[in-house]
C-alpha cells in the first residue's frame, strides 16, 4: 500500500513562494516518476511538472517555466514542488502523484495519488 501526503499549501499574496511535499510511505518510489498536477475549480486536472528516478526535470506547463521547480530527495523518498513569483491563476488543488512511466505527463500514466494540498493566491 503506498501513500503519498501533500503538506505546504496556504495562502499567499500574488508574488509569494511557497513549497509544497509529497512524502510517500508503504513502497520505496525511487524508480517512480514523481509529478505534480494541479485542479482548479470547474477545470480539468492539468499536468504541472514530473521529475524522474535520476531528477530529469520537466514542466509542462508555460505559465510556470521559471517560476516553479520540481525536485525530489530519494533518501527521504519526498518530492517537492517549490513555487515562486505566484498568482492568483495559480490557484488550486495541487497533487502529487507517482507513475512507473519515465516523465509522464498524463493523469492516467499515474498509479498513486496523494489527497492534495489547497495552494490560493490572492491579488
Known amino acids: 500500500q503506498v ?56 514542466n509542462n506547463l508555460d505559465s510556470v517555466k521559471g517560476r516553479f521547480v520540481i525536485s525530489r530527495d530519494n533518501v527521504k523518498n519526498t518530492a517537492y514542488l517549490q513555487m515562486n513569483s505566484l498568482k492568483p491563476e495559480d490557484t488550486a488543488v495541487y497533487y502529487c502523484a507517482a507513475s512507473p512511466y519515465n516523465l509522464a505527463t498524463m493523469v492516467r500514466q499515474y498509479d498513486y495519488w496523494g489527497q492534495g494540498t489547497q495552494v490560493t493566491v490572492s491579488s
Open 3 to 58: 501513500q503519498l501526503v501533500e503538506s505546504g499549501g496556504g495562502l499567499v499574496q500574488a508574488g509569494g513562494s511557497l513549497r509544497l511535499s509529497c512524502a510517500a510511505s508503504g513502497r520505496i518510489l525511487s524508480r517512480y516518476t514523481m509529478g505534480w498536477f494541479r485542479q482548479a475549480p470547474g477545470k480539468e486536472r492539468e499536468f504541472v511538472a514530473a521529475v524522474s528516478w535520476s531528477s530529469t526535470r520537466t
